[in-house]
């Protein structure tokens, strides 16, 4: 009796699904704004990541094409790095759109408060 190498047809391997990570709870806020003329530097964000890490020295930067969000860096040689960067897309996009949202809401509170202390002056009068 001979023995034979039964092989067994080959079942499809499945590949595992890439995990869905779940970007963790960003909050942003603007610790300054940039008001220098021909500055493309607009203003200087901090975060807060799962309220266990902080990230400071973030900026948003006037381009060619608009606001962007630039990571914090550090010089290399010729070249700058980022000290800090986003993995996924998602990711970035969740940072991105925080940090823009306190933006525009930072924005929005400055010129409330010139209202507001427009509104409490003296109106001027010219007289002639």
Do not use: C
Request: net charge negative; hydrophobic share 25%.
């Amino acid at each position: 009796m001979s023995t034979k190498n039964q092989t067994k047809p080959k079942q499809q391997e499945k590949k595992p699904e890439p995990k869905k990570t779940q970007t963790p709870k960003i909050n942003a806020r603007i610790d300054s704004l940039v008001d220098y003329e021909g500055s493309k530097t607009k203003a200087f964000a901090s975060v807060n990541i799962g309220d266990a890490f902080a990230i400071h020295g973030i900026k948003i930067i006037e381009g060619e094409k608009g606001l962007f969000v630039s990571m914090p860096q550090r010089k290399d040689g010729e070249d700058y790095k980022d000290v800090f960067h986003p993995i996924t897309a998602e990711a970035r996009e969740e940072l991105n759109k925080q940090i823009m949202d306190a933006y525009e809401q930072k924005l929005e509170e400055e010129q409330g408060e010139q209202l507001d202390e427009g509104e409490t002056q003296e109106p001027v009068t010219q007289t002639m």
